[in-house]
């Protein structure tokens, strides 16, 4: 596909729904007792692929576009599937059903696309195996296929190396079942949504500190979900509007919770126009409407416990960091080279292709802003987040980009390149 700079961007846009909640609906939905309707799901092919996992194990879901329902059976009512679980390109949606299936009275098999066979899953097989669940790596090397044999399990105080949301998870949904208190420490918060949704669907859970703890439930119940916009797609269309001269986005109903918006922090601190609106917490989770304006950045250091709050948005981040006047160091930020591609790595080559002035580190990147950049040919490794970040890109580059295979935004954001157009971009 390819992409031409553009004057300006402007307008409104609504994104889809947060792909965490959306992944969390449906998996807590379906081990739940009763219906629940999930509002501004989002329909990108990771949500699907959750979607598809439980419907294998007999739970009945009716997505009509606008709206999903999913009839639970209760927190023992899955039933062995009858083929491969297929996680598609779902890192989510392996790690967290990992946790649920531990404690299944079937055994069970997960695998994924290629991407998702080469994801590290030993960092949730050691603390689910702690508690007794029988999980084997099926090429030995620690990550997909997985054959997972359900057990009874015993409660845990885990304390993670890492902080990461998919092993918090895994670990509390597993400690649903458990037979005591069960915790997760980590080294700092990671996003919070399976804590919150768990809280509403009646489980006790609480957070103290860096550590979330559970007590196992006898039952959850069905609710009504009302689905926020999600941020790392908004910080698109953030850092769009900041970095292309002479533009005004109004962005719609964003979900800004305090573990996922660390990229409003960064904005700030280089010096963006940004402005909250309508602030509300309707969907259970605090949203804004957000709107930016093109603004005169400046370098920054991102580090240390706000690395977790935007892990998603750093390509984006340093593609901002590009058009900002200095240096911006992004450290402690390891945790890139494992998600659909090193995207570390992957920055760095295609920025630097593009003539930006970027070092990569051992753990993040230093990038010297205000180099021009131009068009080139960019390998997107078939990572949604690589591919859109590019295409914001090319909206000041000179010349021609062409992105290879661009169309892996459906994994998050399927209307991405018609809302970027509808806005201005070429």
Do not use: W
């Not at 591919?387 to 892996?408: K, P, R």
Request: proline share 5%.
């Amino acid at each position: 596909m390819k992409f031409y700079p553009c004057p300006r961007l402007r307008g409104e846009i609504t994104i889809p729904g947060d792909k965490s909640i959306s992944h969390r609906a449906v998996m807590l939905g379906s081990i739940a007792k009763g219906t629940t309707r999930i509002h501004n799901f989002l329909q990108g092919a990771d949500c699907l692929s959750t979607i598809s996992c439980f419907r294998q194990m007999g739970i009945e879901i009716e997505n009509n576009g606008s709206s999903v329902l999913v009839h639970g059976k209760g927190l023992r009512g899955l039933k062995k599937p009858e083929q491969i679980l297929d996680c598609g390109n779902s890192g989510t949606t392996t790690r967290l059903i990992s946790g649920i299936l531990a404690a299944q009275p079937f055994p069970s098999t997960l695998t994924g696309d290629q991407s998702i066979q080469k994801r590290p899953m030993k960092r949730i097989i050691d603390p689910l195996t702690q508690m007794g669940a029988q999980i084997r790596s099926l090429h030995g090397n620690g990550c997909a296929p997985l054959e997972i044999t359900g057990s009874k399990l015993h409660s845990i105080h885990f304390s993670s190396p890492v902080a990461s949301a998919q092993v918090k998870s895994a670990v509390l949904l597993a400690g649903l079942y458990g037979d005591g208190e069960t915790s997760v420490t980590e080294p700092s918060v990671s996003r919070n949504h399976t804590e919150l949704m768990l809280s509403r669907f009646g489980a006790n859970v609480r957070t103290e500190g860096t550590a979330a703890i559970l007590l196992p439930a006898k039952e959850l119940y069905g609710q009504e979900i009302f689905v926020p916009g999600d941020i790392s797609s908004a910080a698109f269309f953030i850092a769009a509007g900041l970095i292309v001269p002479d533009s005004e986005i109004l962005i719609h109903n964003v979900g800004i919770n305090p573990t996922r918006s660390g990229i409003l922090k960064v904005c700030r601190d280089m010096g963006a126009d940004l402005t909250l609106l309508d602030e509300n917490q309707e969907s259970g989770e605090p949203a804004a409407d957000i709107l930016v304006k093109s603004s005169t950045l400046h370098g920054t250091v991102i580090e240390g416990a706000l690395i977790p709050t935007l892990i998603d948005e750093l390509p984006v981040i340093a593609a901002m960091a590009c058009f900002a006047e200095g240096q911006t160091i992004i450290r402690d930020a390891a945790e890139l080279k494992v998600k659909e591609s090193n995207r570390i790595e992957a920055m760095v080559r295609s920025l630097s292709a593009m003539g930006a002035d970027v070092k990569e580190t051992e753990d993040g990147m230093v990038i010297h802003g205000k180099r021009p950049l131009h068009g080139a040919r960019i390998d997107s490794r078939a990572d949604h987040r690589i591919a859109m970040t590019f295409a914001v890109i090319s909206c000041l580059a000179e010349g021609e980009t062409e992105i290879t295979d661009a169309e892996c935004v459906r994994i998050s954001y399927p209307g991405f390149y018609e809302d970027l157009q509808r806005l201005g971009a070429r």
